[in-house]
């Protein structure tokens, strides 16, 4: 069974950096073909992408609003994916939800619970 745990959601100020982990277990990082996603969900708003890499190749992919300034990474050997965020904005403030999807099986795909990011001074 696939579980998502998220970790490392809190209160930045404005400008400042934050690392989210997703701890995945279930299925190994190398043994698997899969989209590891990082997704968002603002008060108000509909959930959106934010950025993803495949397993296990690791080829990132980023939302507009992110890019440049997220980096996501993911260690094979510990099954986690990292969102590093940095130069932080009021507006990322969200939910986060790791998200996996397999790449081969249609339908296969998994939620994390989420965990809070806000940014404000």
């Known amino acids: 069974q696939v579980q998502l745990v998220e970790s490392g959601g809190g209160l930045v100020q404005p400008g400042g950096s934050l690392t989210l982990s997703c701890a995945a277990s279930?299925?190994?990082?190398?043994?698997?073909?899969?989209?590891m996603n990082w997704y968002r969900q603002a008060p108000g708003k509909e959930r959106e992408f934010v950025a993803r890499?495949?397993?296990?190749?690791?080829?990132?992919r980023y939302a507009e609003p992110v890019k440049g300034r997220f980096t996501i990474a993911r260690d094979n050997a510990k099954n986690t994916v990292y969102l590093q965020m940095n130069n932080m904005k009021p507006e990322d403030t969200a939910v986060y939800y790791c998200?996996?999807?397999?790449?081969?099986?249609?339908?296969?795909?998994?939620w994390g619970k989420g965990t809070l990011v806000t940014v404000s001074s």
């Open positions: 890499i495949s397993i296990p190749a690791g080829v990132p």
């Open positions: 998200h996996a999807k397999d790449r081969l099986i249609q339908g296969m795909e998994s």
């Open positions: 279930g299925f190994s990082f190398s043994y698997t073909s899969k989209f």
